[in-house]
């Protein structure tokens, strides 16, 4: 309960958290318990998470993002992913990547022509991210026990997810 705290909906399908006061600085509005935080150390631990660490120099940079990839397959796509305490959040997820079609990664070269022209630094961009999702998603099919059962779609969907949702700090 948040009596201070209002979640609520708001245009175009977001949610929000809307204060019901005026906060002093530095005066604390919510906390979230840690273990309802989805963090890379919960891929990193889980068994295709210990796999990937023996590949790293195989990997592209974006290292801590891809054990989250690893974490989002197994249970947002596994079968048994209802065993996990992140399930409500996993539920608000966009369903696939149809759903996620303002990232430019998601386009093919026609739709990308159409919304940017003959911009050819945004179509570098798109194909350089490409090619690095492309080559760790074989990195993972080929060293990592029991990854080839994701498709490249999937693998996708779960990326996005996470560079379009999360941050890191030490």
Same mark, same amino acid.
């Given at each position: 309960k948040f009596d201070d705290? &209002?979640? !609520?909906s708001l245009p175009l399908g977001y949610r929000g958290v809307q204060a019901l006061k005026n906060? $002093?600085?530095?005066?604390?509005?919510?906390?979230?318990?840690?273990?309802?935080? %989805? !963090?890379?150390?919960?891929? $990193?631990?889980?068994?295709?998470?210990?796999?990937? !660490?023996? %590949?790293l120099d195989k990997m592209s940079k974006?290292?801590?993002? #891809?054990? &989250?990839?690893?974490?989002?397959l197994e249970f947002a796509i596994e079968k048994h992913a209802d065993y996990t305490i992140h399930r409500p959040y996993l539920n608000l997820l966009p369903d696939g990547l149809d759903s996620m079609s303002s990232l430019p990664v998601t386009w093919n070269s026609t739709q990308?022509?159409?919304?940017?022209?003959?911009? !050819?630094?945004?179509?570098?961009?798109?194909?350089?991210?490409k090619m690095i999702f492309?080559?760790?998603?074989?990195?993972? $099919?080929? #060293?990592i026990p029991g990854f080839s059962q994701f498709t490249y779609e999937q693998y996708l969907w779960a990326r996005l997810i996470v560079l379009s949702r999360s941050f890191e700090w030490e």
């Open positions: 705290l &209002l979640v !609520t906060f $002093k600085v530095g005066e604390t509005a919510i906390t979230i318990p840690f273990d309802l935080v %989805i !963090t890379s150390r919960m891929g $990193k631990e889980r068994p295709m998470g210990q796999a990937m !660490t023996k %590949i974006h290292v801590l993002g #891809n054990y &989250l990839v690893l974490y989002l990308a022509e159409e919304l940017l022209g003959e911009t !050819t630094f945004v179509h570098t961009v798109q194909q350089k991210q492309s080559g760790d998603y074989e990195a993972f $099919k080929e #060293n």
